[in-house]
């Protein structure tokens, strides 16, 4: 334990962790922002291709679970923000598998890389844009974020036309997008807030809600029935 204690304490004081814990905000976010749609996908089709049922969601919530104490603890040593974080992204991936696993729906690597795109344009963007009109920033987070909404909506009423895993996959991905573009927004604006820790933060948050829309579609049997209305004057069963 006290090994360990002496290896958190040089590891949060290294030159590494100290830039990180003070600059670059943007950069650390729109960097944990990939590393989190990349977990998304890989923790998502492992769960799916060994998991069973709900185990995914299940497996989930226990990551989110152990990631508390270890969010708690980055009072003391920061540099556990990122690992609290790290599960959440795991945990993610693994409830948004039990939609998959439950309904039958296989999905593969390419399929849920080019679903994500939509949201990959907007982060990248936001951060382009970020980076080089810095005096622009709630006009760039504002369009950005009405952009991913218009999205958002379009990729829910395809899902409920067709259930293509493109369409529920983008959907979660812009979904966390949303998490992002406030992430961006609240650290540009406020310079004495630890960005690490609202990455913390906002894994948490995105675990919660994405775990709550993953139990409400399930509950109902039948993927999106609640949600299903007429698009264009003619509604579609999903499959």
Known sequence: MEQLTVFLNKLEHSKMFYKVNKTNKVNIIFLFYFISLIIWIISLLIVTLIGESFSGLIEGIVLMLIAIPIHIFGKKFKVLYIFSSLLNFIGCGFSISGYYLLKGISVNFLELLCAALPSVFIISLVYIMLQKFSASKKVTL???????????????????????????????CLFASLFY???????????????????????????????????????????????????????????
């Open 142 to 172: 504002f369009i950005a974020t009405i952009i991913n909404f218009t999205l958002l909506v379009f990729a829910v009423v395809y899902w409920i036309k067709t259930g293509e895993s493109f369409f529920s996959f983008g959907f979660f």
């Open 181 to 239: 573009l406030y992430l961006f927004g609240i650290s540009i604006n406020h310079d004495e807030r630890y960005i690490l820790k609202d990455v913390s933060y906002i894994s948490f948050g995105a675990f919660i809600i994405i775990s709550i829309v993953v139990i409400a579609i399930l509950s109902e049997g039948d993927a999106l029935e609640l949600l299903d209305f007429d698009v264009g004057g003619e509604g579609k069963k999903k499959k």
